[in-house]
């Protein structure tokens, strides 16, 4: 099993790629519309422009060195992985930190989404199984996201 902290990194690193992917893009627009303002021959983009193209190469390459195929594939690309996102996001606080993640709107360590509570019940499946927010180390196994059937213990 995949350390879940690994697959959580790769997450943000993935949302860090598409946000500067498109810094980048909007830099590059930029630069490419004040020469065309200034009639010039020759783009001369920004040394901001330039950091965050080299930021978007330094994520490639660390998403690279934890390619595996244990990992989840959160990203848009894939349908299971959107879903896959989706579910393990349902622990975040309103300033989108994990539960027990640094935050400093927080006060300290998030506390979570306070309307999902770890090991409550938040649905149930077609066989009427508990559907269970998992704590933080197994939220990426979906195992841990099932409980007993309808008439058991509620979770």
């Not at 697959?7 to 810094?23: F, S």
């Not at 690279?64 to 393990?88: F, Y």
């Not at 993640?101 to 770890?118: K, Y």
């Amino acid at each position: 099993m995949t350390d879940p902290t690994v697959a959580d990194l790769r997450r943000e690193l993935d949302k860090a790629r598409d946000a500067l992917t498109d810094a980048a893009i909007h830099l590059a627009r930029h630069a490419e519309m004040n020469a065309a303002l200034h009639c010039a021959t020759k783009v001369m983009y920004s040394p901001l422009h330039a950091k965050v193209t080299a930021a978007i190469r330094g994520i490639d390459h660390a998403l690279d060195r934890t390619e595996s195929e244990n990992l989840p594939t959160l990203n848009s690309q894939s349908s299971d992985g959107v879903w896959a996102a989706l579910a393990a996001d349902l622990d975040r606080c309103h300033h989108g930190r994990h539960i027990g993640d640094d935050c400093g709107a927080c006060g300290g360590r998030s506390q979570g989404n306070p309307l999902m509570i770890v090991g409550d019940a938040i649905g149930y499946d077609r066989h009427g199984h508990y559907i269970v927010l998992p704590d933080r180390d197994h939220k990426h196994d979906p195992a841990a996201w099932r409980t007993r059937p309808n008439g058991g213990e509620q979770p």
